[in-house]
């Protein structure tokens, strides 16, 4: 996890949030036409960093493609058991007229699920207008999707998981026996949503805001996905 204020915010919410996750449905049912639910799976946006003594994250480039892959195939298990069908998204069979339209989505799902997750849930950063309703979309620009992909809804997901190493972890140990000071250590902060295709907006979200939790392999992902996809619409 870099960057500043959205780090503070995120390590705010960790200490003092009692839950792991928190969903927000719109919708408690999917729209299933034909028997069948079609998803576009996109790439999780997904890092991976060590936490040094000093505090400075370095993000590692081997942990982060092992994670999206592991995950990847986790989100797949998840649809066979909630009989969906998911498709992956892929860059290298659109028509380039609509390669950037939908990295442009992608980039608009990053800032519309940060703001989610500062300003909807209860707390000093949630705006007056958010305490009693959920109502967030990406607009018209997700059509292209739908059409691309014949599907219904499209799951995106965000994470940066971040792991102490020894001599972080030995500085803890020291402050906290010496002079009583807790040291924060790594950490896990992930969102995802569900975007209705027909109309851009975000009918599922489920947050995830916890100092345990691991992406580094197979097992350790199906673990986490399956706790993200808590709550997820029938």
């Known amino acids: 996890m870099r960057g500043g204020k959205f780090v503070l915010v995120a390590m705010l919410g960790i200490a003092l949030s009692a839950c792991q996750s928190m969903t927000l449905p719109k919708t408690k049912e999917l729209t299933r036409e034909a028997g069948e ?6 790439p999780p946006d997904v890092q991976l960093s060590e936490l040094d003594a000093g505090g400075v994250l370095e993000p590692k480039a081997d942990w982060t493609e092992a994670a999206k892959r592991d995950m990847v195939t986790a989100f797949h298990a998840q649809g066979i058991e909630r009989n969906l069908v998911m498709v992956d998204y892929d860059e ?39 305490q009693h309703v959920f109502d967030w979309s990406l ?23 971040s792991y102490s190493t020894g001599g972080r972890i030995a500085l803890q140990i020291v402050a906290a026996a010496v002079i009583g000071v807790a040291i924060p250590g790594g950490s896990q902060l992930a969102f995802v ?5 027909r109309t851009g907006d975000i009918v599922w979200y489920n947050r995830l805001l916890r100092q345990t939790g691991d ?3 197979e097992k350790a992902a199906k673990g986490t996905v399956a706790t993200m996809m808590e709550g997820f619409p029938k």
Do not use: C, F, W
């Open 193 to 197: 949503s569900l975007i209705d295709l």
């Open 92 to 130: 290298g069979k659109l028509p380039p007229d609509k390669v950037e339209a939908l990295r442009a989505v992608t980039k608009l799902y990053g800032a519309v699920g940060k703001s989610i997750l500062i300003h909807q849930y209860s707390g000093p950063l949630q705006l007056p207008t958010k």
């Open 139 to 161: 607009g018209p620009s997700v059509a292209v999707l739908r059409e691309q992909y014949n599907a219904d809804y499209a799951l995106l997901t965000y994470v940066r998981d």
């Open 37 to 42: 639910t079609r998803v576009v799976l996109m």
């Open 215 to 217: 992406l580094r392999g």
